[in-house]
């Protein structure tokens, strides 16, 4: 009697756990969904999305992908005179209201310099509780706002916090969105500590890695020097995303985390 009362415990207590991740999950509004690895992109493009080999092959380079989301910002000019100063790419995912509109000319330098300009919504509205004409006007305006200043609508998007499911990647199959995930965060929206910032980027280093910083925070850009830096020492070549996948490309509504 004991181990059978031990056993509907264990299996009860199983239950209620699973009963609150699934309760978790539908707050969240994130569902499963398949995820590609820019390796794989690389190595496996399609016979009609293949791009062309870049200046630098990642399939035999240890190549890294800086990305800097929800600027441009009052900081940004300091970060885009580093990376030009470090022979440095990136990838901007940018948000579109009081930044897009409100700094055309950085979003103009950003693709003057050789940086790939992303789509970040609008408003940094959380998709997964949007309806789809929601989703569609976050992504929207935003393409639309880049568009008019580079004269490019952007091909990739990052979804605030990371939050995707099968609406948000049908709205962005229709606007020509790749979804692009990360493979480390310094959690620099949580510390001004530029230190602390540079050491959390560098334990999660790896490569063909995607690194999420935001250019909107004041301990992110004084932590940029040192990161490349020491990224460089480690033998890392900083490359854009779409660099991080040719010849392989993004396409559009898939979603891609390393």
């Known amino acids: 009697m004991p181990w059978k009362i031990s056993t509907v415990r264990r299996r009860r207590t199983a239950a209620a756990l699973v009963a609150v991740v699934s309760w978790s999950l539908a707050l969240s509004g994130c569902t499963s969904y398949d995820t590609t690895s820019p390796r794989d992109a690389r190595s496996h493009p ?17 190549c ?9 910002a009052k900081d940004t000019p300091r970060l885009l005179d580093i990376l030009k100063e ?30 790939e300009v992303a789509n970040h919504t609008w408003t940094h509205q959380i998709l997964t509780e949007r309806d789809a004409d929601e989703v569609r006007e976050e992504l929207s305006r935003t393409q639309n706002a880049i568009e008019k200043i580079t004269g490019h609508k952007p091909t990739l998007m990052r979804p605030p916090q990371g939050r995707t499911d ?11 969105l790749a979804q692009i995930l990360w493979s480390a965060t310094a959690k620099d929206y949580s510390t001004t500590d530029s230190a ?30 040192g990161i490349i830096a020491e990224l460089k020492k480690r033998g ?16 559009p509504g898939k979603v891609y985390r390393p």
Do not use: W
Not at 198 to 211: E, F, M, P, S, T
Not at 236 to 251: D, K, R
């Open 166 to 176: 099968d609406q948000v990647a049908e709205v962005s199959r229709d606007l020509g």
């Open 64 to 72: 890294i992908a800086l990305t800097f989301d929800a600027g441009p």
């Open 86 to 115: 470090k022979k440095v790419s990136a990838t901007f995912f940018l948000l579109g209201k009081n930044h897009v509109v409100k700094h055309p000319d950085l979003v103009r330098r950003m693709a003057a310099e050789g940086h």
């Open 46 to 62: 399609s016979d009609d999305a293949k791009g062309e080999r870049g200046a630098v092959d990642c399939g035999k380079e240890r």
């Open 236 to 251: 890392y070549t900083f490359v854009t995303v779409p660099q991080l996948m040719a010849p392989g490309v993004a396409e």
């Open 196 to 225: 602390l910032i540079k050491k959390r980027v560098l334990d999660q280093a790896d490569r063909d890695g995607i690194i999420l910083l935001h250019d909107i925070y004041a301990g992110t850009v004084p932590a940029v020097p």
